[in-house]
């Protein structure tokens, strides 16, 4: 038997903010990685220094920061649509 299948808000909804969620840990995590990588680099007598690594925090940091505001707004916004009464 086949299933029906009706497009809804809430999944569609969830789905955007789960991969927001995931995108923002994704970037934060990344962040953090690339500044232990640099410290390390640098207390280890700067015998290797990771070209263009300091640009990881300066671009992922930031990307984190837009996800994380989009899904509160997201979050947010499906809140108040389910507090009010349906007519």
């Known amino acids: 038997m086949a299933k029906n299948k009706k497009t809804n ?14 995108g923002f840990i994704a970037c934060v995590g990344l962040t953090v990685i690339s500044v232990l990588v640099i410290l390390f680099a640098a207390f ?5 220094t990771p070209v263009g690594l300091g640009l990881v925090p300066m671009l992922a940091l930031p990307l984190g920061f837009i996800f994380l505001i989009v899904l509160l707004v997201l979050s947010t916004k499906r809140k108040n649509l389910n507090k009010q009464p349906n007519e």
Do not use: C, I, Q
């Open 9 to 22: 808000p809430e999944t569609t909804s969830s789905k955007l903010e789960t991969v927001l969620g995931y």
């Open 44 to 48: 280890s007598g700067g015998a290797w």
